[in-house]
């Protein structure tokens, strides 16, 4: 089938399907479309030429999916705008030398080598694994069942191959037609036999979320720092009071001073604790004084911790995995001269320790923010023997766009690809409970002032660890580096074919 349509017309359609699939707006099926013109364009296209159509796709990707990130600092968007763009324009490079090269497989190899790189935006301090296209099937209930097999990174490569086959269909090969359709089948199938195998049963310990809902303008001011904790205060109260809970969750620097330097506060929280018998997750800035010779030297930390009903603080946990530039200008310590940049960004040091707690029988971690987005740290923490995850976020920076959607759909993924219950409580939202099979027991509303409780909903019996905890995460790293041996080689034998050529 011949289509009259530009190339750089394909790459616009093809960003803005997968755009739209992406943004939780109900169009998530456009995912099974989207890399369609992609490849049409692909394989009309020189390596060349790929590499700038492939800038175009991320722009287009980039300016649907992430405007928001406009409302927090227009270098953030534009650095991701031109990161973005430029990553997928090589990659698309690549992929078109790979093409060239191994024509006869190139159709298995694409979502191999697209999965890959799905893993390498995990890695290195400018990562930023935001969009993996399997995150469009978020709403999909009996698809991403899928997930506890080979994570987020399957259910990509099963989206990606429909895409191919579909593609495939389209220049009248309909033998691929049956394949579509097995594969559907079984996908299902397997998403029902998980729904009616996997029970669940609520544990003797009850949990509570505090959305707060305070504004982003509101947060750091001075004069608000104590009617904003107050607040806080009474509805850990009322929580466990009225509701019994037994752990109550606050979201991402709820507290919006170095509580563990505030002697006045630290010491108010305990007594709420031990007065009220309650637990309390609560998330807060933190620093460290360290001298360096005779230099004195201040190292800050996005962190939370744990305080138990005796009023006694765990071990803090400061958050691992740093958005690039928003929290910290990556290379810092490699670069120093980057120092001198000042755009308003953060600069928080990494933390290192990868800390459990322990509550009345169960371990949990906390990621914040933008770790929810990371499998290999909720898979790190399951293996290690989680018995539920606890997310804590600040989405209020991205108002009411879609942003915070994105955000909640991702970190969603994490329960099923662990078969752990989920707690994510955010500052405006979207606050919810997720069970082990990714459904939602309670959730919260953007931009509204809510409670959520639930006692926790483990699985009825042990089900042991899923595969994607055992060893289903080495799937994206065999793809990783199995795509880095046929660039490599594409490249190389380029290389030696021109030079040959030229003599």
């Known amino acids: 089938m011949h289509f009259k349509i530009n190339k750089w017309q394909l790459a616009i359609i093809s960003g803005i399907l997968f755009a739209l699939s992406f943004i939780g707006i109900g169009l998530g099926f456009l995912s099974f479309l989207a890399f369609i013109p992609y490849l049409m364009l692909l394989k009309r296209s020189n390596p060349k030429q790929s590499f700038f159509y492939g800038l175009l796709f991320g722009a287009v990707l980039i300016i649907i999916s992430a405007y928001a990130i406009l409302f927090v600092r227009i270098y953030a968007f534009l650095g991701l705008l031109i990161g973005m763009a430029l990553y997928l324009g090589l990659l698309s490079y690549f992929i078109k ?41 978020a709403d999909y209930y009996y698809l991403i069942q899928f997930a506890d097999v ?174 690039p530039f928003g929290e910290r200008i990556p290379l810092l310590n490699t670069l120093p001269i980057l120092k001198k940049l000042q755009f308003g960004q953060a600069n928080f040091e990494y933390g290192v320790n990868h800390n459990l707690y322990e509550l009345n029988g169960f371990d949990f971690p906390i990621l914040i923010c933008f770790e929810g987005v990371f499998p290999e740290l909720t898979r790190d923490y399951a293996a290690r023997g989680a018995d539920f995850l606890v997310v804590i976020t600040n989405d209020a920076w991205f108002q009411k766009t879609v942003f915070p959607i994105e955000h909640a759909n991702n970190t969603k993924l994490r329960a099923i690809e662990t078969r752990l219950p989920l707690f994510r409580v955010a500052n405006t939202g979207i606050s919810y409970i997720i069970d082990p099979k990714g459904r939602e027991i309670r959730k919260s509303k953007l931009f509204t002032k809510e409670n959520l409780v639930s006692y926790l909903p483990s699985t009825l019996e042990d089900i042991g660890k899923t595969f994607f905890v055992k060893i289903g995460y080495i799937f994206p790293i065999i793809c990783f580096w199995s795509s880095i041996f046929l660039i490599l080689y594409s490249l190389i034998t380029s290389w030696i074919l021109f030079r040959n050529y030229g003599k």
């Not at 303008?217 to 608000?224: I, P, Y």
């Open 150 to 323: 080979l994570g987020i990174y399957g259910l990509s490569f099963v989206v990606i191959l429909i895409n191919i086959l579909i593609y495939r269909l389209l220049s009248s090969r309909f033998k691929t037609f049956k394949w579509i359709i097995l594969i559907f089948i079984l996908w299902f199938g397997y998403g029902i036999y998980k729904h009616k195998t996997i029970q669940i049963k609520p544990q003797n310990l009850k949990i509570g979320l505090i959305q707060l809902n305070v504004n982003q303008e509101d947060k750091w001011k001075k004069e608000l720092f104590k009617p904003i904790t107050d607040d806080y205060i009474e509805q850990i109260q009322n929580l466990s009071t009225k509701q019994n809970v037994n752990l109550v969750i606050l979201p991402e620097s709820a507290i919006a001073k170095n509580l563990l330097h505030n002697h006045v506060y630290q010491h108010k929280f305990s007594e709420i604790a031990i007065k009220n018998h309650v637990n309390i997750v609560v998330g807060f800035p933190d620093y460290d004084v360290q001298l360096k010779g005779q230099t004195r030297q201040v190292k800050y930390y996005n962190s939370a911790t744990l305080i138990d009903s005796l009023g006694k603080y765990h071990e803090k946990y400061s958050k691992i995995k740093l958005v």
């Open 97 to 137: 030398k790979v093409e060239l090269k191994f024509p006869k497989i190139f159709y298995f190899v694409f979502p191999m080598i697209w999965i890959g790189f799905d893993h390498f935006m995990t890695l290195g301090q400018l990562n930023f694994p935001w969009f993996n296209i399997g995150y469009s099937l």
